[in-house]
Each structure stands twice: as C-alpha cells, then as structure tokens.
C-alpha cells in the first residue's frame, strides 16, 4: 500500500536560517503530493501540491519538486521566520481509482524557529 | 465562504457516556472525511463518504465508532459509550469530486474523556 515518510523531529532552527524536510513516498503510478501545515490549535492547511513529476509547487516561500527518480518531495525554505513554527506534514493522493482523494500522510514533522 | 465548520471545538465527558461531533462541510464538495489525531498515531482516517455515501470504514477503531451523513451539508461522528483512550482531536474535511484532491481541514474538535 501507499506510504509517506518523513524525516524525525522535532526540528529547531534560528530565524533566517536555511530549512529542509525530507518527504519521500511509497505509491503504485503517479500520485499527486502534498505539504500540509498545522499552526498550534489549528487545523491543517494546504501549503503546497505537485501534481506530476518534475512540477515545483510553492508558496510562502517555501517551495518542493516532485522528484519520481527518488520518490522524493523535499520541503525547502531559504530563510525561516518565527510565524514558520508548525507541525508540517507531507501526504499524496490518487487522482483516480479505489483510493481516490484519500490522502495518505506521514508522521509529521515539529519545526520550531527561534528568534 | 466559509470553510469546513465543526462543532463543539472542545468537548468534555465522562466515561461511559456518548458523544457527538458534528462537521459542515464546503458547499459543492462531495468527499467528507474524518480523521482522529493524537501524539502516539499521528493522522488517522477513519472513514470517508462520497456523495453521502460511506466508502471506506476500515479505519473505525471499534463498533463504539458510528458516523453519518444524513444529506450533503451535515455529518455526524458518534462514540458510544465513549472511553478514555478515545481523547483525542478529531478533523472533518472535505473535497471536490472532480479534478481537484486536495482535502479543506475544519478547525477540529479536542475531546477528552475522563
């Protein structure tokens, strides 16, 4: 079956510096990824997605490519902000079949920033 | 437009008694989901409906575990009795049908059972 896995936390980092999580997948054909984002008391919010390999989404500054080589769907930042401290999660999709729009997510990943 | 809506935001009961937690989902969307978080296992589906239909239960813990979806605005999550291994915070979300799987997150229910 699909799985995500995501690099251990909790993550802390000072502000400004440089951020990365690692995402990679286990899925049969070509399943739509995503970071998800969870402020403290909040729900999860969409960050970003790819839909096929190669494509970069972003926002926020923060970006991720879908890498089918390496089953991969790293989360980068260049300069990390106080407001960035969440919990982020990365998950996939099916856009077709049995299992479509079920979103299977990894763990999570806790980022702290410190001023 | 709003968003996903659920209700109550938080939730305290005892033991043994039942529980109801009640989730809105997107006007147009045709997926509804629930989902149950706590620290030990992170995420966990626990059924999905399309078009008010269940799809998929096999992530109900136990049969204290019901859910419904009378019509297309309106779902219920309900445990009976409840337990304290239940605590936990429980998301609806929904999505379209077509085109799109990206999942809207209400704000969550924290319930905890003493």
């Known amino acids: 079956g699909d799985s995500v896995t995501q690099m251990e936390g909790p993550v802390t980092l000072s502000e400004e510096a440089f951020l990365t999580i690692n995402c990679t997948y286990t899925a049969t054909g070509y399943p739509s990824l995503f970071w998800y984002v969870q402020y403290p008391g909040e729900g999860l919010q969409l960050l970003l997605k790819?839909?096929?390999?190669?494509d970069k989404g972003s926002n926020k500054g923060f970006e991720a490519t879908y890498r089918k080589e390496t089953t991969s769907f790293h989360l980068e930042k260049g300069s990390v902000q106080v407001s960035d401290s969440a919990v982020y999660f990365c998950?996939?999709?099916?856009?077709?079949?049995?299992?479509?729009?079920?979103?299977?997510f990894g763990q999570g990943t806790i980022l702290t920033v410190h001023p | 437009d709003a968003g996903v809506i659920q209700s109550p935001r938080h939730e305290v009961t005892e033991m043994g008694q039942e529980v109801t937690l009640r989730c809105k989902p997107i006007s147009g969307h045709d997926y509804l989901f629930w989902y149950r978080q706590t620290m030990m296992r992170g995420l966990e589906l626990l059924i999905y409906f399309n078009n008010n239909v269940p799809i998929d239960d096999s992530g109900m813990p136990e049969d204290r575990f019901s859910a419904k979806m009378p019509n297309a605005s309106f779902s219920t999550l309900k445990i009976q009795p409840s337990e304290p291994r239940d605590s936990a915070v429980y998301f609806c979300?929904?999505?379209?049908?077509?085109?799109?799987?990206?999942?809207?997150f209400g704000p969550g229910t924290r319930l905890t059972v003493l």
């Open positions: 790819a839909t096929k390999a190669d």
């Open positions: 998950a996939l999709s099916h856009a077709g079949g049995t299992s479509y729009g079920k979103l299977t």
């Open positions: 979300a929904s999505s379209p049908s077509f085109g799109q799987t990206e999942q809207f």
